[in-house]
């Protein structure tokens, strides 16, 4: 059984880890500092983990998400409380830019752009629960649902989510 507070410290132990400072130096260049906010905080619902400053002066909001060990596969949540209904971070209108999902043990982290993401979950996401696995994730008095996409399924449909091709109908 999940216990979300354990599971909530698990996910903050590494937001000042050296791991992902390194993660935020190699996918950002550029980048001058960043800082992970404030646990229970307006951010923290919005979905906001880390903000990143860039040299730019441009300032990058990121999810992170933590796995324990290495997987194949994505769990990309959909439902975060069975027994109130809530709804999973996929299908929140988060305020970030980036999911940062990490296989810590394997010092990786995969940083999806969130409009690309959220643009496949849009649209394959339903087939995705029928053809992938469901995990349910027993937590005090509920469950949590995540479905189990293959990595790369997922980073396949990503590269083709950043190419658009509107259908030009000139009636």
Known sequence: MNEFARDLEFSHTATEEPFWDAIYRKAFPDLLTH??????SQSQRLGI???????????IYVDEKKRRGFYSDILL?????????????MEKDLLIDYLAYAFTD??????YPWLALRRVWR???????RQYPLIKAANQGYHTHSVAVPTVILN???RNAIMVAPSLNTN
């Open 35 to 40: 800082m992970a906010t404030p646990a229970d």
């Open 123 to 129: 649209e394959f996401g339903p087939r995705w629960k």
């Open 77 to 89: 949540e959909f439902l975060s409380n069975d027994r109130t209904g809530a709804r999973g971070w």
């Open 156 to 158: 396949e449909h990503i």
């Open 106 to 111: 394997r010092g990786l982290a995969y940083v």
């Open 49 to 59: 983990d880390r903000v990143i400053h860039l040299a730019s002066g441009r300032s």
